[in-house]
């Protein structure tokens, strides 16, 4: 995989405090989703454990090898389990215990904890003993999309820094290098600014689904087509992605009626062409999008989604008085 050209300000300031010997005990990698802070904090991991200390992470070496597997000795990734959607604080304590130990390798022992956000608070407050008196040689790299979530005497205790989305160009110059060519503008439009997520997309899939979802959300929102196979249909297969172009389309609507950005930016909101869904007025606009955004973070709720997604389709082609 090729370096992410927008993290190469990040990857000099790392390298710079390694060299200097003066890289803190624990980070923590503020990342805009899917924008690569887990790949920095592997990139971060090899760099403390390469065995070519002058070309670090040279990527050649055993341990440069075994760390991008996951399957250094000294190198502990730390995420949910897969029944869960926190880190617990059997996992923590596990980590601890790790850490204390001498490493195999006389260097360094690396922690991961991605996606960090999701440390419950038992979780938390174990992984603030070790981050108070962090053994000799400990590197703790914390990747998280909302560090908000997390005590303010973790984030205290850590160095931050901060990954934002990149540009399109830079994503797709990336995606391009990393995966070969593709319409990744139109699946990175689709997913959201998140090259990371787009890389392990097919992209020619995504760019069917999302011209078959956008067909079927101008259909529904005309009165025509059938809600009840329409729902069935997405809900069975790649809902997640389906949702997000929801979503996107959902938006558009909304950014047309403000007048700004989007497809409608030359358009005035007074002269607004009336098309599909121009029925629905902003406020019932915002309620579908709510509606969205709850159906894509419920992925752990055992709910009808299909029957969720009929009235989303249904409420499209109410006609407001
Ligand atoms: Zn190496």
Redesign the pocket.
């Known amino acids: 995989m090729s370096i992410p050209g927008w993290l190469t300000a990040e990857i000099a300031s790392l390298r710079g405090a390694y060299d200097a010997r003066r890289l803190p005990h624990a980070i923590l990698i503020h990342e805009a989703p899917g924008s690569g802070g887990d790949w920095l904090a592997g990139w971060a991991a090899?760099l403390v454990l390469?065995?070519?200390p002058g070309?670090?992470?040279?990527?050649?070496?055993t341990?440069?090898q075994r760390a991008a597997q996951g399957q250094h000795p000294d190198l502990a990734l730390v995420q949910p389990l897969e029944s869960s959607t926190q880190i617990r604080i059997e996992q923590v304590r596990e980590l601890s215990a790790e850490l204390a130990l001498t490493s195999h390798q006389g260097g360094y022992k690396v922690g991961i904890l991605s996606p960090a956000d999701t440390l419950n608070r038992f979780a938390a407050n174990a992984l603030l003993k070790t981050l108070e008196e962090p053994p000799q040689g400990t590197l703790l790299l914390l990747v998280a999309t909302q560090p908000s979530r997390l005590p303010a005497t973790i984030l205290s205790r850590c160095q931050k820094v901060r990954i934002r989305a990149p540009a399109p160009a830079e994503a797709i110059a990336w995606l391009e290098a990393t995966r070969g060519p593709g319409d990744w503008g139109r699946v990175l439009a689709v997913l959201g600014a998140a090259p990371m997520l787009a890389a392990t997309a097919d992209p020619a899939a995504v760019v069917e689904v999302a011209s078959e979802v956008r067909r079927g959300l101008e259909e529904a929102a005309a009165g025509g087509g059938d809600p009840v196979a329409m729902a069935e249909r997405w809900a069975r297969s790649e809902l997640p992605l389906r949702l997000s172009c929801v979503e996107n389309w959902l938006t558009e609507r909304i950014r047309g009626r403000l007048g700004g950005g989007g497809d409608f930016t030359k358009v005035r909101p007074g002269a607004h062409p009336r098309g599909p869904a121009e029925s629905l007025d902003l406020r019932q606009l915002f309620g579908l999008l709510d509606t969205v955004r709850e159906l894509k973070s419920s992925f752990d709720v055992p709910i009808n989604r299909g029957l969720a997604l009929e009235s989303l389709l249904r409420s499209l082609s109410a006609r407001s008085a």
Request: hydrophobic share 10%.
């Open positions: 090899r390469c065995s070519n070309d670090a992470p040279c990527g050649r070496c341990s440069c």
